[in-house]
């Protein structure tokens, strides 16, 4: 069985999909550093990290990168995995990332753009306008760190569409099922270790018949010594993790630490991508194609994801059984703790180091609270102000910001914002700053901080 086409990783341009991102084709040369960044610096592969660094709210819950955040506590803890069998009966189990706060027993799923329910299926989409201009993505509220993890589904087809099915780490371990609308008869496997690209590590797989029109069950069987992928049972390849060891790093570069699932449907075939990308995903996004012709958008359906999680490794640093925890810049799994510290933000003003920030009451001040229903600060990819109502801001109907997370209502949530259209979404072009004027992630949660306790303040001197 041949290589995937080289392109640079899933991380990469699913992050783009659905955060903020600049410049994520521009090159760049990885070194081997796993310094953190204390500013706003791009992944080693030239990518902003998915969510960014942490500066408040959701780009600090799933998704966000300790090892460049401004400490390793920037980031909320994670949740343990929890053995389930995820079906898709109904979207009561999916909170939009406008809603989300960190309490897995509250949601099984959080999603950007416009996942969708058919007959026990949830439907990923992508459209040319309106919320899933850039795509669809569900992530696992609860995380994996070992284990068994199978997805019955359906891939989308047609080119420049891109469905995956992968295990994705914080820090970007990554482990990969990907299938590319224009080879139905073919799922690639691939795999990164924080990152770092390397052209040799994809793999195609061989599917019986087509992935778009039948069901097929892909598992990923993660251990600590050795990884495989089956396809309806069968065993199509296997990694073990002596045989990633890097002479230049001294590091194992096999997947290792605490992973989201992750299912998304994305325009790989975006104009705004590399020609290298486009070419994999086989051509630009075609907009007049049957299936957004006759229904809207290009789908992809999940019937059920089945978790099997396996027992922590050997010699863990373990004081609790509620979150993982990194405890060192290595990024590794020795640095991986588990712990009691909480997951759960208060509000999306928060941050792993201020979990209880919250907005001011509006019982303090009219003016504050008007004042917080139109901040500024970045807490939801792609949007702008904060909290747990519409759009990433809080209710205009006389709360005070604090109504807490649902697992239920509408699954509509941020990708591109409300903003971006068409494949042009895909880049947030309509909603990103340029790298040289963006106000980085340290400097929005010192703002949040500052914002917070002027508001505050405001309403002392008003009462």
């Keep these: 069985m041949g290589s995937s086409v080289p392109r640079t990783n899933l991380a990469a341009h699913v992050s783009c999909t659905f955060a903020l991102c600049a410049d994520a084709e521009r090159s760049s040369h990885h070194t081997g550093s796993l310094l953190p960044s204390t500013s706003s610096e791009d992944n080693a592969d030239g990518t902003t990290p998915e969510y960014g660094e942490c500066g408040v709210g959701a780009f600090c819950l799933g998704g966000c990168d300790p090892l460049n955040s401004h400490s390793l506590n920037s980031c909320v803890p994670a949740p343990v995995c929890n053995s389930q069998d995820y079906k898709f009966t109904s979207l009561d189990g999916v909170t939009p990332n406008t809603q989300y706060l960190g309490d897995p027993s509250t949601s099984n799923w959080v999603s950007s753009g416009k996942p969708e329910l058919n007959n026990g299926n949830v439907i990923l989409t992508l459209s040319e306008t309106g919320p899933s201009s850039s795509g669809t993505l569900l992530a696992s509220t609860s995380y994996v760190w070992y284990g068994k993890i199978s997805a019955q589904m359906k891939s989308s087809r047609g080119q420049g569409v891109v469905t995956a099915f992968i295990l994705m780490s914080d820090v970007k371990d990554e482990i990969d099922f990907e299938f590319v609308g224009t080879d139905l008869d073919t799922a690639q496997s691939n795999f990164y270790f924080q990152g770092i690209p390397d052209y040799n590590n994809g793999k195609n797989l061989t599917v019986k018949s087509s992935t778009f029109d039948d069901y097929h069950t892909y598992e990923i069987d993660w251990s600590p010594t050795q990884l495989t992928w089956s396809v309806d049972g069968t065993v199509q390849r296997t ?46 996004v075609n907009w007049n194609a049957q299936d957004p012709s006759t229904v809207g958008y290009y789908y992809a359906m ?43 933000l208060k509000s999306l003003l928060g941050s792993g180091t201020d979990m209880e920030a919250d907005y001011p009451h509006a ?79 340290k400097e929005k949660g010192v703002q949040s901080s500052m914002f917070a306790a002027l508001m505050a303040l405001l309403g002392l001197l008003v009462l």
């Design 239 to 284: 990694l073990k993790r002596s045989d990633t060891w890097n002479t230049t790093t001294n590091q194992y570069h096999y997947p290792q630490t605490p992973a989201r699932v992750e299912l998304s449907l994305w325009p790989a075939g975006s104009s705004k991508n590399g020609q290298g990308t486009i070419a994999w995903a086989g051509g630009l």
């Design 302 to 344: 999940v019937k059920n994801v089945n978790v099997d999680c396996y027992p922590a490794p050997d010699g863990v640093n373990k004081t609790g059984d509620k979150s993982y925890i990194y405890t060192a810049k290595s990024g590794t799994n020795e640095s991986v703790a588990i712990t009691d510290e909480n997951t759960v």
């Design 363 to 441: 019982s303090a001040s009219g003016t504050a609270a008007t004042a917080a229903a139109t901040s500024d600060v970045a807490t939801v990819p792609g949007l702008t102000g904060a909290g747990p109502g519409t759009n990433g801001h809080p209710g205009n109907n006389g709360n005070d910001g604090t109504t807490g997370e649902s697992g239920g209502g509408s699954a509509v949530s941020s990708a591109a914002g409300a903003a971006g259209t068409g494949v042009g979404g895909f880049s947030q072009g309509n909603n990103a700053q340029s790298k040289s004027d963006a106000t980085s992630p």
